[in-house]
């Protein structure tokens, strides 16, 4: 308010589930992002996967724990491989593909018994493991219109070859050739809109951008996940291509006045974004390390 600030983007999830969206909108200051309701389609993974169950979003089976002992009776039941997903905010460490039992079994002890991500491991989510690559598309959307970012695809795993835990992401590049224009219109048709088409069925207003996580199995495109912001890298390799003024729809989004944008203008050229993380990430890893060198990359 002192600095008359135009227009507030949010970056990172923890704000908005935090309800920063909410508390600027009281003062009438214009934030792009989603409200802290909203922001539930990541900060909660139980509530997303119930969200996308109810309006028939695809997604991999799944089932819902608070109990440690359940769920590793479960997974005795269905073996491996198998997916352990603690419910909440974990940044970006709280999914665990478990190629074996043991790995499963340890996941929900660490998660329910160690709570080494503390409340958010207090429920979790157990599912299928889905096969294919995987694609991330994002949309604008002011809750009535959506309209889709270039797409992009993350590679998630920490060494090459698809190799090592899951990161954040380790690098990227849009567009994604496997995201076909049918195929993009299907994502958006079946993922993208009965996202946001339920929340609004539910009294949610979802304002912002909203980002699929998405594997493209053999019988079609399933959601992973729901991020309630740009994703990273995602974003270092999708901004770069947009040739419209980005200022302009994210103050539509915000205003809920996406009528007055067409379509966005995108660079036909490719781009790529490689991450060089601290040695042991995604574990513990040093921090506070200076980079040098820039200049000569
Ligand atoms: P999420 O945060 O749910 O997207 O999970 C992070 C990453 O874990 C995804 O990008 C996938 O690489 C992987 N993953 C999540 N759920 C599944 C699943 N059901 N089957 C296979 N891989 C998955
Ligand atoms: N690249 C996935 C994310 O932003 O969480």
Redesign the pocket.
């Known amino acids: 308010r002192r600095e008359k600030i135009d227009l507030t983007v949010v970056g990172p999830e923890a704000a908005l589930a935090a309800g920063i969206v909410d508390e600027f909108e009281k003062y009438g200051l214009k934030i792009f992002g989603p409200n802290k309701k909203a922001a539930q389609l990541e900060a909660s993974?139980v509530f997303a996967k119930q969200l996308m169950e109810k309006y028939k979003v695809p997604t991999?089976d799944f089932r819902v724990f608070d109990n440690a002992a359940e769920a590793k009776k479960y997974i005795e039941k269905i073996g491996a491989p198998c997916?352990v997903?603690a419910d909440g905010l974990a940044a970006?460490k709280?999914?665990v593909?478990a190629d074996t039992v043991a790995e499963a079994m340890g996941a929900v002890s660490a998660m329910m018994e160690e709570k080494v991500f503390g409340a958010a491991g207090s429920k979790i989510i157990i599912?299928?493991?889905?096969?294919g690559q995987?694609a991330s598309i994002l949309g604008f959307t002011d809750s009535k219109e959506v309209i889709a970012l270039a797409s992009a695809q993350?590679h998630?795993r920490i060494f090459d070859n698809d190799l090592g835990a899951?990161t954040g992401g380790m690098g990227v590049y849009s567009p994604a050739p496997v995201v076909t224009a049918p195929l993009l219109k299907e994502i958006l048709e079946k993922i993208v809109y009965r996202a946001i088409d339920g929340l609004v069925k539910e009294g949610i207003i979802y304002k912002g951008v909203l980002y699929a996580?998405v594997?493209l199995t053999k019988d079609g495109p399933k959601a992973?996940?729901f991020n309630v912001r740009f994703g990273d890298p995602e974003t270092q390799a999708i901004l770069p291509r947009l040739k419209s003024d980005l200022v302009e729809v994210m103050l539509a989004a915000s205003e809920q006045k996406f009528s007055r944008v067409r379509i966005l203008d995108w660079d036909n050229r490719a781009c790529v974004c490689v991450v060089c993380a601290a040695g042991g990430y995604p574990g513990e890893y040093e921090k506070g390390k200076e980079i040098l060198g820039l200049e000569e990359v």
């Open positions: 993974k991999a997916v997903k970006g709280g999914v593909v599912e299928e493991c889905l096969r995987e993350d998630k899951n996580g594997m992973l996940e």
